[in-house]
């Protein structure tokens, strides 16, 4: 990887750049480890080429969608800055000032956009909405966030821990916290990448068991394993990489009081890192609740990488759009 043959321009052109146009990216669980990391790959050569103040424009002309029904600053950001730094254009469209806030079908909107746009990007909060929009589009449909997955920000996440740690396979990460979107991610990513993941949760909030058999499933190909833990320090024994998320995510605003109850024992703190790796990583895909599900100091410490890893949203999501759209 990195040899200056691999350019932005030869890795779409290779044949297993070419074969991912028209493809959507709604799920980790839909590509194969090459795939994702064809993409990471790619992410790093835009990222280069970006940096490198040359111009690389393989979206001219084009149009991306982007639908929100939830609020975002890195997702809206990132997609509309990468867009226009692939030469092409982005539009965002707030679920309320489209019809569809008004009743028109999730179908009859994807047919009707796939006559204009080139891509549509969707945050919403049923995945069956991103399902169902992707089956009525002629067009490539990218997951923005549902309530049950955030592969976007997985996809950035493992892009961030390879240019920070020179490989994937073999590391452990702990996922503390919530059983969420953003665990479910990555416990897919974990497991096609051939990683360790070990994830701790409070009774009653364990990661979605359907996607936890996939992840098993996909394991037994890649050398990977995922285990689950009540206990925290467990977890995050001899990890490489401590990540977290809020304890309440958007749409459970309601519950926040009841979650800081059962997820008062899952601080990433520095009393619960000392049990990870000396040089571990500390991740969190943000917004962060300080305090709450990470104290301060570890957040803004020596070991945290939570602005790269938003900075590489950008990057990681201009290589799904190079390569799909
Ligand atoms: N991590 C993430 O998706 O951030 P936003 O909600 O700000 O888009
Ligand atoms: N789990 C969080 C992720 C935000 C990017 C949420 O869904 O609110």
């Known amino acids: 990887m990195g040899t200056s043959l691999n350019t932005p321009a030869a890795l779409l052109q290779s044949e297993l750049g070419a074969s991912l146009k028209g ?20 992410g790093v050569a835009l990222k280069k080429t970006q940096k490198s103040g040359e111009p690389f424009q393989p979206l001219k002309g084009k149009t991306l969608g982007m639908i929100f029904e939830k609020s975002s600053t890195r997702t809206r950001v990132s997609f509309e800055v990468g867009m226009y730094q692939l030469g092409g254009h982005a539009l965002f ?21 796939s006559r204009y746009l080139d891509g549509i990007m969707i945050r919403t909060y049923g995945h069956r909405n991103v399902v169902e929009l992707a089956r009525g589009a ?4 990218i997951n923005g ?11 950035a996440d493992y892009m961030t821990i390879f240019e920070h740690k020179g490989k994937l396979q073999g590391l452990k990460i702990a996922y503390i916290g919530d059983g969420n979107n953003m665990v479910h991610s990555l ?25 936890a058999d996939i992840a098993r499933d996909v394991m037994q190909q890649t050398g990977a394993t995922y285990t689950h833990h009540r206990d925290p320090r467990e977890a995050v024994k001899g990890a490489d990489i401590v990540y977290t998320d809020v304890w309440a995510s958007m749409g459970f605003e309601a519950e926040q009081a009841a979650r800081e109850i059962a997820f008062k024992d899952f601080q990433v703190n520095a009393a ?11 991740m969190h895909c943000l917004p962060a609740h300080r305090d709450e599900e990470v104290s301060s100091d570890v957040i803004d410490g020596k070991h ?22």
């Open 272 to 282: 619960l890192v000392k049990h990870a790796k000396p040089d571990y990583l500390f």
């Open 93 to 113: 469209l707030s679920r309320n000032d489209l019809q569809l806030g008004r009743g028109e079908t999730i179908d009859d909107t994807a047919r009707t956009m």
């Open 304 to 325: 945290s990488i939570v602005f790269d890893q938003a900075e590489n949203r950008l990057h990681a999501q201009k290589a799904i759009m190079a390569a799909i759209m």
């Open 23 to 42: 493809r959507d990216f709604l799920a980790l669980a839909d590509y194969t480890p090459e795939e994702i990391m064809f993409l990471i790959e790619l």
């Open 145 to 155: 966030l549902t309530d049950l997955s955030h592969p976007c920000q997985a996809l």
């Open 138 to 141: 002629t067009i490539p449909v």
């Open 187 to 211: 416990m897919l990513g974990a497991c096609k990448l051939g990683m360790h993941i070990a994830v701790a949760t409070p009774e009653n909030y364990d990661p979605d068991e359907e996607v």
